[in-house]
């Protein structure tokens, strides 16, 4: 019994074996004094501000200088390249394409001259019209491009070979139209280029004529398609409905005949298409360039492999590929169907 109860007091009160002391165990640890560097301090350097509402100089730190610093844009590499792929021939019902756009995930196009006043979406798979969608309050003289902002889509009834024309229009829509509108009433907005003085007549043969636009920070750019010497010139417009001119602001040497533009504000890239008189195809990009001036930054023609055609529409896809389209031609020893090409150019920059 004697036993079984030194076994049950060990197993329930275990404590009452160890041999606690009253007095705790001291562990001495040395100190050990590290040396201290001593503390630099220095007064927050200011960067001086103009501040035009108080008319005298602020002082901000630099930290903030820093936040309101300009993104900076890609680079073109001077030996990069670009590929082209042919996607597929588009159907008869566009095959006088001569803008493009994708937005909102859909891809629009419309017809040129003496086609009807409606834009078009394109399935990107098969290139089959989905849909169309009827522009009141229009008639489509001569539609030569299509851009777009966060509220509207701009339709450009720009082209003027003869360099005689005094009804230049832009036609303006909600862009929420695209949506699921069959037809949408377009509001106006007449222009005329501020450098020119003469409209006599001339096929092919003055420097007023446009094909390329875009929109950008609330106002509309035109690129001129310079039948006299190659070059473009670069115009400001108004997007307000109403009577505006259109304000020179560059020129660009560009060699060649530009047929349309889409610009990339998340890369601040603008791209314009140009071709020759032997249909040989060339696309340009622009960065780093100031908020107006486009052909202030770096420029240069991007290295792609040789393709024929009338090019006239190009949009971004994302922010390294683009679509081409080509309207059909059949004149002199040239036949071309209208197509859709899509163009790889993220081996250019860096």
């Known amino acids: 019994m004697k036993n079984t109860m030194t076994l049950l007091t060990t197993l329930t009160f275990p404590f009452l074996l160890v041999n606690c002391s009253t ?6 640890v040395p100190q050990i004094n590290y040396p201290q560097p001593p503390i630099k301090t220095e007064p927050l350097q200011q960067t001086p501000q103009s ?3 108080l008319g005298r100089t602020i002082s901000l730190p630099p930290q903030i200088i820093k936040e309101r610093a300009t993104p900076t844009f890609p ?5 990069g390249k670009s590929f082209v792929s042919k996607k597929f021939k588009l159907p008869s019902t566009i095959n006088e394409t001569s803008g493009l756009i994708k937005i909102d995930n859909q891809l629009w196009t419309h017809n040129d001259s003496g086609g009807a006043s409606k834009l078009y979406q394109i399935d990107e798979h098969n290139g089959r019209v989905l849909r169309s969608i009827q522009i009141d309050n229009a008639s489509n003289r001569d539609w030569e491009d299509i851009a777009y902002d966060d509220t509207y889509v701009y339709i450009g009834d720009t082209g003027n070979n003869l360099g005689n024309r005094k009804d230049l229009k832009i036609y303006k829509i909600p862009r929420a139209a695209l949506r699921n509108e069959k037809r ?3 509001e106006v907005i007449h222009y005329s280029y501020n450098d020119q003085k003469s409209f006599k007549r001339k096929l092919h043969k003055h420097n007023f004529d446009c094909e390329a636009m875009i929109a950008h920070n609330g106002k509309l750019y035109l690129f001129s398609k310079n039948w006299q010497d190659y070059k473009t010139r670069l115009y400001e417009l108004s997007t307000l409905p109403g009577r505006h001119k259109a304000i020179p602001i560059a020129t660009f040497n560009i060699n060649g005949l530009v047929t349309a533009a889409d610009y990339n ?3 601040g890239i603008l791209l314009l298409t140009t071709y020759n008189n032997l249909m040989n195809v060339n ?3 622009f960065s780093n360039h100031d908020n107006r001036n486009f052909f202030s930054g770096q420029s240069k ?3 792609i492999e ?3 055609g009338q090019v006239e529409g190009v949009t971004f896809i994302d922010n390294y590929r683009a679509y081409l389209s080509s309207e059909a031609f059949r004149k002199y020893i040239f036949a071309f169907d209208a197509a859709l090409y899509e163009v790889n150019f993220s081996g250019e920059f860096e």
């Open 23 to 28: 007095q705790p165990s001291t562990i001495t």
């Open 51 to 53: 501040n035009p509402i």
């Open 75 to 79: 680079h073109i590499k001077s030996n």
């Open 184 to 186: 949408v009433p377009a």
């Open 265 to 267: 504000p998340e890369l």
């Open 283 to 285: 696309i340009w990009a």
């Open 301 to 303: 023609q991007l290295n």
């Open 306 to 308: 040789p393709l024929q």
